[in-house]
């Protein structure tokens, strides 16, 4: 099909970033038992705030590299690989990768285990063996100046940072609260969790999410939608019209693809999300043939720019074409530029490495973003309208969080435009179970303890 | 530049204003589907209330947000007792009592009765 001499291209999933799916999960079980025998056990735990809540779990960073959603990440970073990260976003391998992912633990844990660079250690989960760790190195970090080179600074990223990181954005205190020594090497999953309800629904692995897509679905074109959220009418529309972007007609599939794990106060619980989700096609608003549910198990950094890198990377390996970004996408506060994930995406941010957008670069990524205005309700239109169409900015009703927030925690039932009444009855359904309707203290305890997942019994020989 | 409180008009809200020079505040939401009062906040005041309540954020529109729901509730109160919308001062003199009810808010909060 030409066009003026231009090829318009009938676009196919892309490949798995770094070009393979990572798969470090071994499911036969004698062969299990003798990758872990005799290794020494290490219970892993939450990450605490200073105040003792807790703010994330590594074994939602060993689950999501150990079945492909970081690829081509296979573990905890070594030193230089980290100082790569943090300069570059780039592995030691050139591919693009945003984060830090280490294992940290305190130099009390470290004393007490006595173990050494090439030793193997066992990872246990809720007390049964769940994975391993093979160091290769061993080394320490400071965590604050880990923290702040990961979401960068006034001075340094002056093109997207607007004022300096502290303890009050999740995603610093996340780093600031790394134990101290990092035990860095690949993981291996030898005893594969069971996701509960309603999570054991949403898991569609990357290599599984592919199969779904190609097979069951039937896509061709897929945009993904990344979400901590329970979907007002907003981001429907947002899904419905950043869905129209495609090659030669309208993407075939919406991929909503929920973060789940330790959250900020004032998000919405993770059960909520998943099933606020569903809600949408379960009840038509877009019909299930064009829309799938999916999650990845991560502790969100709020990174804005940082964290829709490692959007694209999740969303490329579960197989779609697009990334739909917003304004403010992963963000907190006013730390970055609200448009500083668009700019990243559509011109590049030279100090976070980026001379050109995420996907333009050498060992980038092939997922397409398509960035979009906002969307408000117009009362002279009638409608809910897009940013970028609707003339009518004066009159414009906003969908703010906050205020739909102080909404909710009202008990007011909110008009069809802006909570589907089967959306806003999963808020209530989980606000019952959780007595409130929003991620508090107490929530973040109780999931710390419990998790996604529980995980089966699994004796091991004794070395 | 003063900044708003909202305060959502339902229907039993509604009944406990009808007739009062209230009414005539009454803005339409989302073409009609919400009914809302706005109380205007003098800046020194609202800076008062964002120190009170470490949640508390001035939203892109101007409106302070994130606040527990026995401000709302007081700020309502007040409207209805004065019928008028300069109450902030009374709503003020309330804090510490608000400040309790906000800190069993942050455990708990009631879920209300839907079908």
């Not at chain 2, 906040?41 to 026995?70: N, W």
Request: charged share 30%; aromatic share 10%; with cysteine.
């Amino acid at each position: 099909m030409k066009s003026g001499g231009v090829v318009m291209p009938m676009l196919r999933m892309p490949p798995p970033h770094g070009g393979r799916l990572v798969d470090r999960v071994v499911k036969n079980k004698n062969r299990a038992e003798k990758i872990a025998a005799g290794c020494p056990r290490f219970e892993l735990k939450a990450t605490l705030d200073p105040k003792g809540v807790p703010i994330r779990h590594v074994y939602r960073e060993i689950m999501s590299i150990c079945y492909g959603f970081f690829s081509p990440l296979e573990g905890s970073m070594v030193r230089d690989e980290l100082e790569r990260v943090l300069k570059e976003r780039r592995l030691l391998s050139e591919w693009i990768f945003p984060f830090p992912i280490l294992f940290d633990v305190s130099e009390d844990d470290y004393k007490a285990l006595g173990v050494k660079e090439g030793d193997r250690l066992l990872l246990t989960l809720k007390g049964q063996p769940f994975a391993t760790l093979d160091i290769e190195e061993i080394y320490r970090i400071d965590p604050k100046d880990v923290a702040v080179r990961t979401f960068g600074t006034p001075e340094k990223n002056p093109e997207v940072v607007r004022q300096p990181f502290d303890d009050k954005h999740p995603g610093y205190l996340i780093y600031r609260c790394h134990q101290p020594v990092i035990f860095a090497g690949k993981y291996t999953i030898i005893n594969e969790p069971k996701f509960k309800e309603p999570y054991d629904r949403f898991w569609f692995p990357p290599a599984k999410c592919r199969d779904v897509i190609k097979n069951v679905k039937k896509w061709r074109t897929v945009i993904a939608h990344q979400t901590r959220n329970v979907p007002h009418v907003g981001h429907e529309m947002l899904m419905k019209c950043a869905a129209f972007t495609g090659d030669i007609e309208p993407c075939s599939g919406i991929l909503v693809n929920a973060i789940i794990g330790a959250k900020r106060r004032g998000d919405y619980p993770d059960e909520a999300i998943l099933e606020g989700h569903e809600a949408v096609n379960k009840y038509g608003y877009i019909k299930p043939e064009r829309h799938m549910v999916t999650m990845t198990l991560w502790d969100m950094r709020y990174g804005n720019p940082i964290e829709s890198l490692l959007h694209g990377i999740i969303r490329q390996n579960l197989g779609c074409t697009h990334h739909m970004f917003g304004r403010d996408h992963a963000a907190v506060g006013e730390y970055y530029d609200m448009y500083a994930t668009q700019i990243l995406w559509s011109k590049g941010i030279p100090s976070f490495g980026f001379d050109a957008p995420p996907h333009e670069v050498d060992y980038g990524l092939k997922i397409l973003p398509q960035n979009m205005g906002e969307f408000w309700y117009c009362p002279k239109c009638g409608e809910i309208a897009y940013s970028e169409t609707c003339g009518h900015s004066k009159e414009r009703q906003k969908f703010s969080g906050s205020f739909i927030r102080g909404l909710v925690s009202e008990g007011i039932f909110p008009p069809n435009v802006i909570f589907r009444p089967e959306v806003y009855k999963v808020i209530v359904k989980w606000w019952k179970v959780y007595g409130y309707p929003f991620v508090n203290n107490k929530y973040l305890k109780l999931k710390a303890q419990e998790l996604e997942v529980d995980v089966p019994k699994l004796e091991l020989p004794k070395g | 530049m003063p900044h708003y409180i909202g305060v959502i008009i339902d229907d039993k809200r509604m009944e406990k204003i009808k007739g009062t020079p209230l009414e005539r505040e009454i803005k339409d939401m989302f073409g009609g589907a919400l009914k809302m009062i706005a109380v205007p906040v003098p800046e020194d005041k609202s800076k008062e209330i964002l120190k009170a309540f470490d949640k508390a954020r001035i939203d892109s529109r101007g409106y302070i947000e994130d606040i527990p729901i026995a401000l709302r509730r007081a700020v309502f109160e007040e409207m209805v007792k004065n019928k008028s919308l300069n109450i902030i001062d009374k709503v003020l003199a309330r804090l510490p009592e608000i400040q309790e009810a906000a800190k069993k808010e942050d455990e708990f909060i009631p879920p209300p009765e839907v079908e």
